[in-house]
């Protein structure tokens, strides 16, 4: 642990340095391929949420709340299923990002149900999802609009391109890799590291003299 971030009322913790039952099912610093079999380094980064409260309590930006990326099932790995639960420090920049959204569609913009966060043993996450980097997120419904018709999925698949030009949005289709009843957003696989986390100590190994 490193303590309070200097803003956020959330422990910043160091995923390598958790108990070991968080460890195996955050994989901090692991490695995970994604469908072009290309590594992908899992963030080690994590904020720590003690509670249902702290989490309704606690917001990423001014309209998301950590509660809405944290809602999953029992597809969730059992150790994230209870408090303490942990959210890569990414998760803030994709609540950002979703700000952007809300503000262009203007209305709510409404996270799906295991929709936010998986953390690398969730039962849904196949290979590297961006999801477990905590980038990514499962729109199922945006004002009074459902997300589940092929004219309204696109009609906000568009306004994220015009509003978030580098994020990627599924393509749409029924096939598993695919979607047909929400959309899609994900940043890519963005690994943050807070300026109070602890990294490395410096080593010869590090290339170049520091700045």
Same mark, same amino acid.
């Given at each position: 642990?490193? @303590?309070?971030?200097?803003? +956020?009322?959330?422990? +910043?913790? /160091? @995923?390598?340095?958790?108990?070991?039952?968080?460890?195996?099912?955050? !994989?901090?610093?692991?490695?995970?391929?994604? =469908?072009?079999?290309?590594?992908?380094?899992?963030?080690?980064?994590?904020?720590?949420?003690?509670?249902? /409260?702290?989490?309704?309590?606690?917001?990423?930006?001014? =309209?998301?709340?950590?509660?809405?990326?944290?809602?999953?099932?029992?597809?969730?790995?059992?150790? !994230?299923?209870?408090?303490?639960?942990?959210?890569?420090?990414?998760?803030?920049?994709?609540?950002?990002?979703?700000?952007?959204?809300?503000?262009?569609? @203007?209305?709510?913009?409404?996270?799906?149900?295991?929709?936010?966060?998986?953390?690398?043993?969730?039962?849904?996450?196949?290979?590297?999802?961006? =999801?477990?980097?905590?980038?990514?997120?499962?729109?199922?419904?945006?004002?009074?609009?459902?997300?589940?018709?092929?004219?309204?999925?696109?009609?906000?698949?568009?306004?994220?391109?015009?509003?978030?030009?580098?994020?990627?949005?599924?393509?749409?289709?029924?096939?598993?890799?695919?979607?047909? /009843?929400?959309?899609?957003?994900?940043?890519?696989?963005?690994?943050?590291?807070?300026?109070?986390?602890?990294?490395?100590?410096?080593?010869?190994?590090?290339? @170049? /003299?520091?700045?």
């Amino acid at each position: 642990m490193t @303590g309070p971030a200097p803003s +956020l009322p959330l422990r +910043l913790a /160091d @995923g390598r340095r958790l108990e070991r039952r968080y460890r195996d099912v955050l !994989l901090p610093d692991g490695i995970l391929c994604d =469908h072009a079999g290309q590594a992908r380094l899992l963030p080690r980064y994590f904020y720590e949420i003690e509670s249902w /409260d702290q989490a309704r309590d606690t917001y990423l930006s001014p =309209h998301f709340a950590v509660a809405e990326f944290i809602h999953t099932d029992v597809r969730e790995a059992p150790p !994230l299923r209870v408090f303490p639960r942990y959210i890569p420090c990414a998760t803030a920049l994709l609540a950002l990002a979703l700000e952007l959204l809300r503000d262009a569609a @203007g209305t709510y913009v409404h996270i799906g149900a295991n929709g936010g966060y998986c953390s690398p043993r969730h039962a849904r996450v196949g290979g590297a999802s961006p =999801h477990c980097w905590g980038t990514a997120a499962n729109i199922y419904r945006i004002g009074d609009t459902y997300l589940d018709t092929h004219e309204a999925i696109a009609r906000y698949a568009s306004i994220v391109r015009e509003v978030l030009p580098t994020a990627w949005t599924r393509p749409l289709a029924p096939e598993h890799d695919r979607t047909d /009843d929400h959309l899609h957003i994900d940043l890519g696989y963005v690994v943050s590291v807070p300026r109070e986390a602890a990294g490395e100590t410096y080593g010869a190994k590090l290339a @170049g /003299d520091p700045l």
